[in-house]
């Protein structure tokens, strides 16, 4: 099940960055944060993909949206520019951003060599 954030959820379930400076993931398993806006064409083409994805790894890790035109406080606190932009987040490691519309292999691609899933 996808679910949206907003800032408040955002610092309880992935990153509180209003207490920690360094980078201190809340989440309990891996997770993907889709920041999109309803107007972005190939932020359209991501979110049927990610819904797949959702059944498929249902369990396994977590798909978060972030509606950046609703959240631009938290859009501007990871400086972004252009959607759709992805947040890869494993559960002991640093984040890594993609940005751009990425087809369903590339994410099962990403879930295993960044997140650890499979």
């Known amino acids: ?3 949206h954030l907003t800032l408040e959820t955002f610092k309880q379930k992935v990153f509180n960055f209003e207490k920690n400076t360094e980078w ?3 989440g309990d398993k891996p997770a993907i944060i889709d920041f999109y806006a309803d107007w972005c064409g190939p932020c359209k083409m991501v979110a049927p993909i990610l819904e797949e994805l959702s059944a498929e790894y249902d369990g396994k890790l977590n798909i978060y949206k972030v509606d950046t035109e609703s959240e631009q406080e938290l859009a501007s606190v990871f ?3 252009s959607i759709p932009s992805l947040l890869f987040i494993p559960k002991d490691a640093q984040p890594q951003m993609a940005q751009g519309a990425l087809p369903k292999d590339s994410f099962k691609k990403a879930f295993k060599e960044v997140l650890g899933v499979e």
Do not use: A, H, T
């Open 79 to 81: 400086g972004i520019k």
């Open 1 to 3: 099940m996808i679910e």
């Open 24 to 26: 201190k993931f809340e």
